[in-house]
């Protein structure tokens, strides 16, 4: 049976100091080499870097774009963080155009339609794919949204989850917190890590030095004995490694 192509995008590949990309084990681009790269993904975009700086090319090799930045990152819904050489963030379109005016101190990769950045204050906050701020607060962090949520962290020091217009999810404060994953987030209190609801309720009284996100089901924790073990949605001690 003849073998098919299983590789959606052109493979990236190193040789010394330099990358090239290829498929089927077919060097492409004529054997254009860049100093650096990142890996193909959709829309079918990759990051590169010559001597004149960080670019996006397209499937055939070819810029999409003249300009040249300090650093350029994948496209996500869209939009692709990029550093000018005034070492400023923002977010530009899959024809290289600036998709708003503001800069940044930094920007995250847009989820779910929606992005996390930082201003030069040090204050994060989430801004949509216009760039326009879906909220006013400003959070001494602020993560990606997944399954319709992000944490954040107020500048009191606590962690809490909001939804994408920004409201609280459930008015649960913790001391570190993690994204929903499949209905269930870890979170952190003055005992201990464990594993929360979607009501921001613990779903057992047991706490541990450090804990998985569930995966089908089942957990790995580690107790403040350095212990590993295997624990279900309820809590209850499945295996001890």
Known sequence: MEKTNVNKYPVLKRSGK?????????????GRKWSDALKFHYP??????????????????????????????GYYYGRAAVIN?????????PKGQRVYQQN???TGNYQENLCTVR??????????????RIYSENYSYAGDYKDGYATVRHKDGYF????????????????DLGVFHKNY????????????????????????LMIEPFYN????????EGKKRIIDEVGNLIWEL
Do not use: M
Request: hydrophobic share 35%; glycine share 10%; proline share 2%.
């Open 160 to 175: 809490i989850h909001i939804d994408k217009k920004g409201k609280p999810l459930n008015g649960k404060k913790f001391l």
């Open 18 to 30: 330099n990358v090239y990309f290829e498929i089927n084990g077919k060097i492409l681009f004529n």
């Open 44 to 73: 079918g975009i990759a990051s590169v870097r010559d001597n004149d700086g960080w670019y996006h090319i397209d499937l055939q090799g070819n810029p999409i774009y003249k300009e040249r930045y300090k650093r350029v990152f």
């Open 217 to 224: 089901g089942f957990a790995l924790v580690t107790t403040f």
């Open 185 to 208: 987030a870890i979170a952190k209190d003055e005992r201990g890590w464990f594993h929360i609801d979607l009501d921001g309720n613990h779903l057992y009284s047991e706490r541990y």
């Open 85 to 93: 050489w005034d070492r400023n963030w923002f977010h530009i379109d």
């Open 119 to 132: 201003d030069f204050d040090g204050n994060y906050f989430h801004i949509d794919l216009q760039g326009n």
């Open 104 to 106: 940044y101190a930094w």
